[in-house]
């Protein structure tokens, strides 16, 4: 039974290389819109929503749905929408500890699972030519918290998943991956 990855970000796609190569992309294309408020219902919900639309053109097939979300402060801090509310995210986090939850989701029919990781990091301090810098990259646009760790070169050190923060807990995807397959199987 081969995977489908519904997520269009190559981060996702070389990271779930690390669990299987035998997966497809597909990314889905609906709003994300969630009821719920806190951080790891978010990303489950939001995950969920994704994976379900793109299951809904695959029957019998599994499909793997993910979002992630910066929390500081407790406002949850997703992709900006302007460069200012990007270098604004950047500099609430210069100097401080933060939390990235990523929310996965894997559903077959009528069939799901859905978890959730979160990693502590903890930001260097930094400059207002740092920020402004980056944010002339591009890089920042299509980032929860207006950052990338593997690009960025801001964060200090982080407690948990690497590959969580990056946006596919890669340890936990393994495991549980397999635990939904296995159901599966036996059902």
């Known amino acids: 039974m081969k ?3 519904a997520s269009a970000s190559p981060r996702r796609r070389e990271l779930l290389n690390m669990v299987t190569t035998d997966f497809s992309v597909e990314a889905a294309v609906g709003d994300e819109v969630t009821t719920e408020t806190l951080p790891h219902k978010v990303v489950m919900q939001l995950a969920y929503n994704k994976a379900k639309e793109v299951a809904a053109r695959h029957p019998h097939q599994v499909v793997l749905g993910c979002d992630t979300v910066v929390v500081h402060d407790g406002k949850i ?6 460069e200012q509310q990007a270098y604004d995210m950047l500099s609430s986090l210069s100097g401080n500890v933060h939390q990235v939850y990523t ?29 402004d810098s980056y944010i002339a990259t591009g890089s920042p646009m299509d ?10 070169g801001f964060v200090s050190h982080i407690e948990g998943s690497y590959y969580n923060v990056v946006g596919l807990p890669v340890e936990l995807i393994r495991t549980r991956l397999q635990e939904f397959l296995d159901s599966l199987n036996t059902n």
Do not use: W
């Not at 801090?77 to 302007?82: A, I």
């Open 143 to 152: 980032k929860a918290g207006a950052y990338g760790i593997q690009d960025s």
């Open 77 to 82: 801090l997703g992709k900006p929408h302007s």
């Open 3 to 5: 995977l489908i990855l």
């Open 103 to 131: 929310g996965v989701a894997l559903v077959c029919d009528d069939k799901s699972m859905l978890f959730y990781d979160r990693s502590e990091v903890v930001f260097n301090s930094l400059t207002k030519q740092q920020i």
